[in-house]
């Protein structure tokens, strides 16, 4: 049976741009919701407020457990590190959603490793970036079986517009990595057509609103214009994970025996952006590559 929002207890692990929106968006909607986070500074906004602090991630008590942790790594580190680590609170019968974006195979060897304490892990990775997150408008792709899909489903629906179950535990995971390309190979073009268009004497600004009116229109150029023009990169999403879900991408690739040359090529730039430096800005600074004496020039210096 689908939990409703008088009985079913949500709780969110990490707070960080994507994990404090989503866990705002399920008090809002009326589910008793936990946060957690390693430091201390983002649980302040949820102080007197309905949400329940956990001191430690052993104090979590919930049914669904929300991870937007970087990836299951870290959140592997949650689980078993600590005096009083994530491990503990694992109840039969409790779910946990890696919601980050990783690869099939981590995400079913976590799986294989919970099962035994009767732990159902499902992953349901979102895109949409930090205005979705807010807004509540992510898409979210789940994997994991049909019943249990309809089990979260509801609680999915209070911080995504889109809630699609793709299939078998790792299909939500190989749906965002789909959509990683995607968004790296448009970042990848507009760096490219940005940079044509400075050295050609054109104005950005004017380039944008063509782009914009016509068939190269996209939500990534909607929602990176401004740092774009503004050559200003504050994350979002930041450089080094893209790199990262790239990577993901192509050993993907490699095990269901395809190619990806796109993705290759917008991983070889990715790879020179943190090289350089700008790992840590939003993965629009990739713009930067085509620009002279710009942001990656001072972070390499």
């Keep these: 049976m689908s939990p409703n929002t008088r009985d079913l207890r949500a709780a969110v692990i990490g707070l960080g741009p ?3 929106p989503i866990a705002r968006n399920l008090l809002k909607a009326g589910y008793q919701t936990t946060v957690w986070n390693r430091s201390e500074e983002p649980l302040e906004e949820f102080r007197g407020t309905k949400a329940v602090i956990a001191g430690d991630p052993a104090d979590i008590h919930a049914e669904v457990l929300l991870s937007v942790l970087p990836d299951v790594d870290q959140l592997r580190q949650v689980l078993s590190q600590g005096p009083r680590p ?3 609170a694992l109840n039969p019968g409790t779910y946990l959603l890696v919601m980050s974006t990783s690869s099939p195979s981590k995400v079913r060897l976590l799986a294989e490793d919970l099962c035994t304490q009767g732990v159902v892990v499902m992953d349901a990775p979102m895109s949409g970036g930090d205005s979705g997150a807010r807004e509540g408008s992510l898409s979210i792709m789940v994997g994991g079986s049909e019943a249990d899909f309809e089990y979260v489903r509801p609680l999915l629906l209070a911080i995504g517009s889109t809630v699609l179950h793709m299939g078998p535990l790792g299909s ?7 959509n ?4 790296a190979g448009t970042l990848a073009a507009l760096a490219e057509s940005y940079g044509l268009a400075a050295r050609a004497g054109l104005d950005p600004a004017d380039l944008t609103k063509v782009l914009q009116g016509g068939l190269a229109d996209s939500a990534v150029l ?3 214009k401004s740092n774009i023009l503004g050559r200003a990169y504050v994350p979002g999403g930041n450089a080094t994970n893209q790199l990262k879900d ?3 991408a192509a050993e993907s690739a490699e095990q269901v025996g395809t190619t990806l040359p796109i993705a290759s090529a917008a991983t070889a730039l990715f790879a020179e952006v943190v090289q350089r430096g700008g790992g840590r800005l939003d993965h629009s600074v990739i713009c930067e590559l085509f620009r002279s004496h710009g942001v990656l020039d001072e972070q390499a210096s």
């Excluded at 939500?172 to 789909?178: D, R, Y």
Aim: with cysteine; aromatic share 4%.
């Design 222 to 224: 909607r929602l990176k």
């Design 18 to 20: 994507m994990g404090a």
């Design 86 to 88: 994530l491990g503990r």
């Design 172 to 178: 939500g995971s190989t749906a965002k990595l789909c």
């Design 180 to 183: 990683q390309i995607v968004v």
């Design 246 to 248: 790239l990577r993901y």
